[in-house]
């Protein structure tokens, strides 16, 4: 008997005036059900973007493409300022451009209560988040809890008390079958790419040593810039970008990549506990240094806002905690990651430096001058006959996956020769990671390791930021 049918006998069996209140009761009961519906249960062609209190540039490269399925409108909660403008205008500028325009049309809304206006509109159903990180997990935690899947841009928490709160909304999300995702661009970049598939190959690779703090197994370095070029243009920087409380420290903010491909490249599919896989040796951090002239570049304000004065030396030079380091185990294996953050650079623009430590060879990625800033693949092993022949018989498969790859010989081993088509920029890995989750959302397939590995990552971030502080 279902149960529509047992609510008409029951009332048919009262008198009329007790059927009344319970039909009251029944469609009040009702439209309480449909006022919390969770959104998950909406259609792939009906998904609705909602973009938050964007302050980060991130949030706009997630619309420099269109998405099958993906209503071209979008509703923009924020406050009004030079945040939210500058991301309306890198919106329009993808919708006015020749080649290949986007037609994203943006409903905005300003008030001062933006927030619990998202909430209670319920205008779509994924809430995407790429701005001032002081916030951003309350924002994720509360928006999880109305309904709605979340993807955030890094860091979805900078500090131990971010990282509870982020764990009850993953707990959360997963009761109510909701998707929280974060934006792990480096995934898809090719030389990242291709360094993990070849690390698992035994017969090219060995297997991952387990190393030593002075020579860890894996290493990720990265350096970035402020004053940087977007889209062809000189980022404009928010002045908040400077202040770590918003922000986040360097050992929290881009290390947050760099934590993620140590995971994703030596456990490639495996689960990480951060409750016993992760074992923290040392950590530190240091400021950069921005002139008074420097800052008003990058954010074209004339001078520091208050909120930065605590950071300001007697001199007029603003220090930033922006860089940081980490020395730790991951299941046994000694790993290394750091962040370095510059003003300018003299040449190129951000690089990466990457090297997995196997028991046949290395696997480095190198972006320098003599790479011509491009990221760069090599193989580092002795060379002799034997191992070229393996190495092009495995070359065979990898050219299945990926035509055109090939082998160059180098004095230290083989350069990876990767073909343009596969050489996107920065900018184009959002489309890659919006598309990513857009299928786990559509096909519910998103792999069972993304949560625990999620969890790990901010774990050992906002850990190290607590023993860099205690630590001189």
Known sequence: MTAKVSVSILLFSLNRNMRGAIVIVVVLFLCMSCQNKPLRDV???QVRLVTLDPGHFHAALVQKSMYENVDSTVHVYAPAGPDLQLHLNRVTSFNSRKEDPTHWKEEVYTGDDFF???LDEKA???VVLAGNNQKKTEYINESIAAGFHVLADKPMAINS???QLLKHAFAIANTNDLLLYDIMTERFEITTILQREL???PEIFGTLEKGTPDKPAVEQNSVHYFYKYVSGSVLQRPPWFMDVTQEGEGIVDVTTHLVDLVQWECFPEKSIDYKKDVELISARRWTTDITLSEFQSITQLKDFPAYLEQSVKHDGILSVFCNG???YKLKGVHAKVSVVWNYKATEGGDTHYSILRGSKGNLVIKQGAEQKYEPTLYIERPIHNETETVLFDELEKIQVKYPGIDFKRTAEG???IIPDQYKEGHEAHFARVTQK???YLEMRNMPAWEVPNMLAKYYTTTQALELARKQK
């Open 43 to 45: 259609k792939p062609e």
């Open 116 to 118: 619990k206006k998202m």
């Open 124 to 126: 779509g159903n994924v």
């Open 161 to 163: 008390a971010d990282f």
């Open 199 to 201: 690390s698992m190959i």
């Open 325 to 327: 380091e980490i020395n």
């Open 414 to 416: 083989w350069q990876v």
């Open 437 to 439: 989750f857009l299928e």
